[in-house]
């Protein structure tokens, strides 16, 4: 094991020395005014409506008590207290500089008093330069980093015990001690509170990330169910094909061989493709996703989801067109019974007991679904549990529609209710001749 030496020690103390003097001279930051990123104009000025007020009084107690106590001429007692009151403004947007100023006024305010020992009077400062120091480390306390606020602290009670032991023969009293305490809780103060608002800023910007996170993975969750769900739909589809292909030769009398060979082809196509889009399904369903392998419901099961909320105690009433569930393919109606279910477990949620109409017809080539709740009679207990949606509300049925090539219009109403209103195509858009 090394044995420390003399060099080591001395390096040691140079290194301190030096990370002391960058403390000392390194402001933190862009020199912004203190709480200046406020909202509220009134913060934004309290800093200065607290420094204007406390400088009238001090400057004209401060001349008086160095005149009073000390005997000091007029010009050189306003000088002093003017060097020592003017930082207060400075400190709202350059404390340590402010610092730097009062520290030395400090030292010249002792320098000038020791010369009149047989006065009475606190030394070797007078009690509104106290004051004014102390604010000064409150708003250094409020912007500096810890080292800073260490290193201002340890000087103050450097520049304090040299200044009494080198006034002598003049006795100092409590006033020395006084500005150490003083010093010491605004100096903590102002780290205390510095820290509690960097806590919450950092804490504001991590919820924020979070909430950015969380929309994401809802949107990528949506999507990974509404290609289970599509998966559903085209294989049903993709089945009826593999079916029919494979049975035309026996269906049809007097199908030609390349004919048969044709349709068998397009079987072994159909069901080549059922089987990679199993695999791809694999991929999408996790294991807690064994309740989705049931059919998907359509526009028949709306009246069954209808009736279940009004037995919850939201009254909804639904009004299909008729022929509408023979027009309306099954990924369209898919996504109409997924948009009901959402904004219905919505009312329930936000709105409960509130009347509700559900209602769907055609438009030409379009399915308009539109959900409207009146305002609640009053506010009454949640029935969450009572209608059950996807949980991921405006993001899903935004995803939806979106996917489908509609429109979404969601919004409140005038009278305290809400809207849900979407357009689906239900026919393929027809292509033109170039």
């Not at 903590?188 to 509170?193: F, I, K, R």
């Not at 209808?306 to 023979?326: C, I, K, N, S």
Request: aromatic share 6%; glycine share 6%.
């Amino acid at each position: 094991m090394k044995t420390p030496t003399a060099t080591d020690a001395r390096s040691y103390a140079a290194r301190q020395l030096r990370a002391l003097y960058r403390s000392l001279t390194t402001a933190h930051g862009e020199p912004t005014p203190l709480f200046g990123s406020s909202r509220r104009r009134w913060i934004r000025r309290f800093p200065y409506a607290v420094a204007l007020i406390l400088q009238v009084p001090l400057i004209s107690a401060g001349i008086a008590c160095l005149r009073g106590f000390y005997d000091v001429a007029l010009p050189v007692a306003a000088a002093l207290t003017l060097a020592q009151t003017t930082p207060l403004l400075l400190a709202i947007t350059r404390p340590l500089a402010a610092w730097w100023i009062s520290a030395a006024t400090l030292v010249t305010t002792a320098t000038v008093t020791a010369r009149h020992p047989h006065l009475m009077g606190s030394w070797p400062w007078t009690a509104p330069m106290v004051i004014a120091y102390t604010f000064v480390l409150l708003a250094l306390g409020l912007r500096e980093r810890r080292p800073t606020v260490i290193a201002v602290w340890f000087t103050t009670v450097l520049l304090t015990v040299l200044t009494v032991l080198l006034g002598r023969p003049r006795a100092a009293d409590g006033t020395a001690v006084l500005l150490i305490a003083l010093s010491g809780a605004a100096l903590l103060l102002g780290w205390a509170v510095r820290d509690r608002a960097e806590a919450r800023r950092l804490l504001s910007e991590q919820e924020h990330i979070s909430e950015v996170e969380r929309e994401r993975r809802t949107l990528l969750e949506e999507r990974t169910r509404i290609a289970r769900e599509l998966h559903d739909v085209v294989a049903h589809h993709m089945s009826v094909i593999a079916v029919q292909a494979a049975s035309a030769p026996y269906r049809i009398e007097g199908v030609p061989a390349a004919v048969a060979e044709e349709f068998t082809a397009i079987a072994d196509g159909a069901r080549q493709s059922l089987s990679e889009m199993r695999r791809l399904l694999g991929v999408l369903r996790s294991e807690e996703s064994a309740t989705e392998k049931a059919p998907q419901p359509g526009l028949p099961q709306l009246a069954q989801l209808v009736e279940t909320v009004a037995r919850a105690g939201v009254p909804a009433e639904l009004a299909v067109e008729d022929g509408l569930d023979d027009r309306v393919p099954q990924a369209a109606a898919l996504s109409a019974y997924r948009i009901v279910q959402e904004a219905l477990a919505n009312v329930v949620r936000h709105a409960p007991g509130a009347r509700t109409w559900v209602s769907l017809a055609s438009d030409g080539p379009q399915l308009r679904v539109t959900i409207v709740n009146a305002p609640p009679a009053e506010r009454t207990e949640s029935l969450e549990a009572a209608a059950e949606g996807t949980g991921h509300g405006l993001v899903g049925m935004g995803e939806r529609v979106r996917l489908a090539d509609g429109s979404l219009d969601t919004g409140p109403l005038p009278d305290g209710g809400f809207k849900v209103a979407a357009v689906l195509p239900i026919e393929p858009p027809r292509e033109t001749a170039a």
